[in-house]
């Protein structure tokens, strides 16, 4: 089993940036696992972000988070982070870390999820 831990949520000013971070444990990381990230904002269905495999090849965005957020991940502390840059008031959501032994679904069908940060910006 793989437990991941999200971390780094918090309010901030639209423009600013935030670094989240997920810890996992439980089990090392294969380079072909593949670890992303997800959000939901109120009302709305959960929206996939970024995704890489462990090797650190395979990064992919979202159109909406593309040139401002980056995914990147340090083996040796088994943590991915998800650097957040030129955040703006939509980007407000609660932010979910994942991860599979394949691939990254962005329809969300992976094996293995965090509980969740909260991101807030302010206008």
């Known amino acids: 089993q793989v437990q991941l831990v999200e971390s780094g949520g918090g309010l901030v000013q639209a423009g600013g940036s935030l670094r989240l971070s997920c810890s996992a444990s439980g089990r090392t990381f294969s380079r072909t696992y593949a670890v992303g990230w997800f959000r939901q904002a109120p009302g709305k269905g959960r929206e996939f972000i970024a995704a890489?495999?462990?090797?650190?090849?395979?990064?992919i965005y979202a159109d909406s988070v593309e040139g401002r957020f980056t995914i990147s991940r340090d083996t040796s502390k088994n943590t991915v982070y998800l650097q957040m840059t030129s955040l703006k008031p939509e980007d407000a959501a609660v932010y979910y870390c994942?991860?599979?032994?394949?691939?990254?679904?962005?329809?969300?069908?992976?094996?293995?999820w965090g509980r969740g940060t909260q991101v807030t910006v302010s206008s």
């Open positions: 994942a991860a599979d032994p394949v691939r990254i679904s962005r329809s969300g069908q992976n094996d293995y």
């Open positions: 890489m495999f462990w090797s650190g090849s395979g990064t």
